[in-house]
Every structure is written in C-alpha cells, then in structure tokens.
C-alpha cells in the first residue's frame, strides 16, 4: 500500500488493536448448548503480533501484547458446514502479561470435527443479552462465523483508555482426535496512529523547529467489529469492517502533544487508537489535526490528509500503525480546530515517499530507511541502481564481512540523505560455474538492511 506524506513523511507500517464496548446490562456467561460428554484436553497457543512477525504490520509494544480473558466460539464442521455450537470461557492464560508474545491456554474439547474463533480481553462483552442470542444460534443450528461475529462490536465514543486491546484469531479445521492447536495469529481489532514532527519550519525559508503542541482527531467512527472482514466465503480480508450504525463521532478527540526524544525527529508519547474506516468518498471520513508553531510564529490549526498518489484517502485498517512525520508546513493554517477539520487539507504541503518506489524498509521511532530491493541479480557487464531514500541525514554503503565480491563494482563509503541512488556495475567476462552472491550493508544512523546481489552466469530470457 502506498501512502503519501504532507511535508508529513508517514509511513504505514503495521499494526492494531479494538478499544471496549460500554455497557450497563449485566453480565452473565448462560449455558447456551451443552458440549457431549466425551472430551479430550486441548492446548491452544495464541501468536500476537509483534517483531517476531513484521508481515503482520504490527506492533512490539510491550502493553499491547497482553491477554488476560479468552473466549472461545465453537463452530462444528460437517459437509453442510461450519456452524456455532457452543462457548469456552477460560481465564487461565500461560504467560498472559506484556512481555511475551506467545499466550497459551489449555481446556477441553469435544471429540468432533471443530473450528475454532478465538476472542481475547472481550469478556465484558458476553452480557445476559449476548449469552440468550449465542444460545438461539446454538439452537439454530445453522449460524455460521460471519453472521455470529456479527453479534461483536464495540462502541467507539470515547477516547481509548488503558485496558488490554481486543482481539481476533481463528484456527483451522481440527479433526475430532486432534490435541492442540498452534501459531492461532491474533490480530488487535484497533488502528494505531504515531505522529511526529521534523526540524523543518512552517513556511518556506523558515527553518526554525516545528513545534507540535496537540493532536484532534474529528469524525472517528463510533462504533467497530472485533472480527475482521470476511469475503462471503469465510476468507479474512485487509480491509476495514465497519458496522452499519457506526456513525462519526460528533465530538473531536483531543491529545496532547508529549514529545520523546530523538535526533532530528520527535514523536509523541502515547499513541492514538481508532477504530477502522473505509475513508469512502462521501463519508465524514475520520480527520487528524494538529495543532503546530515553529519558531516565534503563533500556532496554528493544520488539518492532514492521508492519502494515496491519486489524492484519495486512504483507509485506516486494524492492526496496521500509521506513522505520521510532520517535516514542514506550508501556508496559512486555522484559528481553530474545528475550522481546520472542515477546510481542505491544502495548508500542509505533500511529499510522496513512495515516489522511489520502496520496497524495503526500516524504520525506529525517529527515521526511515527505505530501498527500492534488498535483493537484485546483475549480469556480465551490466548496470543497476539501488534507490535509496532516509530521513536521517547521511546514509552509508559498505560490504558486509566476508560479503564482498570482485566481479561488483560500486562506491562505498558515506552519502549525504540528498544523494538517492546507488550505482552498481558487474565485471564482464566473469568466469564461475554457479551463480555468486554478494551482501552489501546499507545503512542510515542506527538503521541497516542487506541487500543481497545475484551475479548471473547464464542470460535472463526476455
């Protein structure tokens, strides 16, 4: 997904999590379907996303890898389908703190063909009202997961607070003698929102630092799923599960601006969460603005668009992390932020890091690395370039210990963050049997990626 940055350098990396429902019926776990007699004891292992994983685009954040309640729906699977049958309440979870990203649960399971959804920190949501309609669906017979996850949603009208981050997982089929189940991908039903300002002033020319002072954020929806979207046929989709009803908020969430320190870039302390949004043209889509001054220069309301190289916005989807880095703005901003929110998005200038089409990327809480490849094969007396892009102020290139190879020739040594490319040319007539590799070391402050370079023997095929 490619994201553009308004003088902002933002950068969509992965992650998310769901905020909890507010409720004044009360709570009670009913007895819905009873399971058969016959059981076997069951393990479940659940994964959070984390930096053990970064395909999921999610967060290391200790506080948001935390399980302390599990709910589990059991749906019985025959050649007519998958469908409801009863709940698993468990509250014993190994290794249920922040610091690990691998939960585990043991309970027993009825000797049948099962899948399994599994829900982590909702047990507030199974009120006497929730417990009577999974207990109708048991009767039925015939719900199956898309219409039950139906029933899980959370209100979204006010800011999130501390509480552990609902989850989503699923597994498998699991036949009747199986044992356990593992690697069950957790998925936080929340978006995450970073924002962070540069060195850079609010005007051309100005290059006093740009001070950030609060974050609003205007039209977040009120309402969310626990369980992602579905394509009709039980596939989960990367896209955003918005429930019908789930109205944007009418009153803006405002955040104060704590920076954390950093060389060059700060951010501020404490994340923003959302809940997921289509950003439909049409909508009241959901609307960060920041509230900024560099300098002497009063503050001013400045509203910021997320949006693709098209200028459409893009949709905020659970379980990914927006970073926003503010580096400049230009223009005039507004006198309030309510003004800003309803005004085009025109007084924040945008630069579109995507532009070198990245692929590669690394990123800590103050700078980006990112390459166009981190692999590439060369031929006999061929050129490539290698695009190279940092917001830090000098990036380096240099072979990695016993990486190097003679048949490649290209500049190492220190470059300025202007430079954005780096020039690669394979010797001609280089004689081996095999294909030879090559690792080069690009790196920017305490950022690094390898780039793994192919010299081919044989001609690539048109």
């Known amino acids: 997904m490619e994201q553009r940055l308004?003088?902002?350098?933002?950068?969509?990396?992965?992650?998310?999590?769901?905020?909890?429902?507010?409720?004044?019926?009360?709570?009670?776990?009913?007895?819905?379907?009873?399971?058969?007699?016959?059981?076997?004891?069951?393990?479940?292992?659940?994964?959070?996303?984390?930096?053990?994983?970064?395909?999921?685009?999610?967060?290391?954040?200790?506080?948001?890898?935390?399980?302390?309640?599990?709910?589990?729906?059991?749906?019985?699977?025959?050649?007519?389908?998958?469908?409801?049958?009863?709940?698993?309440?468990?509250?014993?979870?190994?290794?249920?703190?922040?610091?690990?990203?691998?939960?585990?649960?043991?309970?027993?399971?009825?000797?049948?063909?099962?899948?399994?959804?599994?829900?982590?920190?909702?047990?507030?949501?199974?009120?006497?009202?929730?417990?009577?309609?999974?207990?109708?669906?048991?009767?039925?017979?015939?719900?199956?997961?898309?219409?039950?996850?139906?029933?899980?949603?959370?209100?979204?009208?006010?800011?999130?607070?501390?509480?552990?981050?609902?989850?989503?997982?699923?597994?498998?089929?699991?036949?009747?003698?199986?044992?356990?189940?593992?690697?069950?991908?957790?998925?936080?039903?929340?978006?995450?929102?970073?924002?962070?300002?540069?060195?850079?002033g609010t005007s051309v020319g100005t290059e006093q630092p740009l001070v950030i002072d609060s974050v609003f954020v205007f039209h977040a929806r009120s309402k969310a799923y626990l369980a992602p979207a579905f394509d009709g046929r039980g596939n989960i989709l990367e896209k955003p599960n918005v429930p019908e009803g789930a109205q944007p908020n009418s009153q803006c969430f405002a955040y104060a601006y704590?920076?954390?320190?950093?060389?060059?870039?700060?951010?501020?302390?404490?994340?923003?969460?959302?809940?997921?949004?289509?950003?439909?043209?049409?909508?009241?889509?959901?609307?960060?603005?920041?509230?900024?001054?560099?300098?002497?220069?009063?503050?001013?309301?400045?509203?910021?668009?997320?949006?693709?190289?098209?200028?459409?916005?893009?949709?905020?989807?659970?379980?990914?992390?927006?970073?926003?880095?503010?580096?400049?703005?230009?223009?005039?901003?507004y006198p309030t932020a309510r003004e800003a929110a309803l005004a085009p998005a025109s007084a924040i200038s945008f630069v579109d890091a995507n532009e070198l089409e990245l692929r590669a990327i690394e990123f800590n809480d103050y700078y980006l690395l990112g390459l166009s490849t981190d692999s590439l094969a060369i031929g006999s007396g061929e050129n490539c370039t290698l695009d190279v892009y940092t917001t830090y102020g000098s990036w380096s290139a240099g072979w990695k210990e016993g990486g190097e190879a003679l048949w490649l020739s290209t500049p190492t040594g220190e470059y300025p963050s202007s430079v954005t490319s780096l020039g690669l040319q394979a010797a001609g007539g280089y004689a081996a049997e095999t294909d030879s590799r090559a690792a080069l070391i690009i790196r920017a402050g305490t950022l690094s990626r390898e780039v793994i370079i192919t010299y081919r023997t044989t001609t690539e095929e048109n």
């Not at 063909?113 to 929730?130: I, K, M, S, Y």
């Not at 989807?317 to 230009?330: D, E, Q």
């Open 258 to 333: 704590t920076e954390t320190g950093g060389k060059g870039l700060s951010l501020m302390e404490g994340a923003i969460y959302i809940a997921e949004d289509t950003q439909e043209e049409g909508d009241k889509e959901t609307t960060l603005v920041i509230k900024a001054a560099a300098g002497e220069e009063e503050a001013q309301y400045y509203r910021i668009k997320l949006s693709d190289k098209e200028g459409k916005a893009i949709p905020f989807v659970r379980n990914y992390r927006y970073r926003v880095i503010v580096m400049a703005v230009a223009g005039e901003g």
């Open 6 to 200: 308004t003088y902002i350098i933002m950068l969509l990396s992965a992650y998310c999590f769901l905020l909890s429902a507010c409720t004044t019926e009360e709570k009670g776990i009913g007895p819905e379907k009873q399971p058969p007699e016959t059981e076997r004891p069951f393990t479940l292992t659940m994964v959070i996303p984390g930096t053990s994983i970064p395909t999921t685009y999610a967060l290391s954040a200790d506080d948001e890898n935390a399980i302390h309640s599990v709910d589990i729906l059991v749906l019985e699977v025959s050649e007519k389908g998958a469908f409801y049958h009863h709940h698993i309440a468990v509250d014993e979870v190994a290794q249920p703190g922040a610091l690990s990203s691998v939960k585990q649960i043991g309970f027993s399971l009825e000797e049948a063909d099962v899948q399994l959804l599994v829900l982590a920190n909702v047990r507030h949501l199974f009120t006497n009202t929730l417990t009577a309609r999974l207990e109708a669906a048991a009767q039925r017979g015939a719900v199956g997961k898309e219409e039950l996850m139906e029933y899980f949603s959370f209100d979204f009208s006010k800011p999130w607070g501390k509480a552990a981050f609902p989850m989503y997982g699923e597994s498998g089929l699991i036949g009747r003698t199986d044992t356990g189940a593992e690697g069950i991908q957790m998925k936080r039903a929340v978006c995450r929102i970073d924002i962070g300002s540069g060195t850079t």
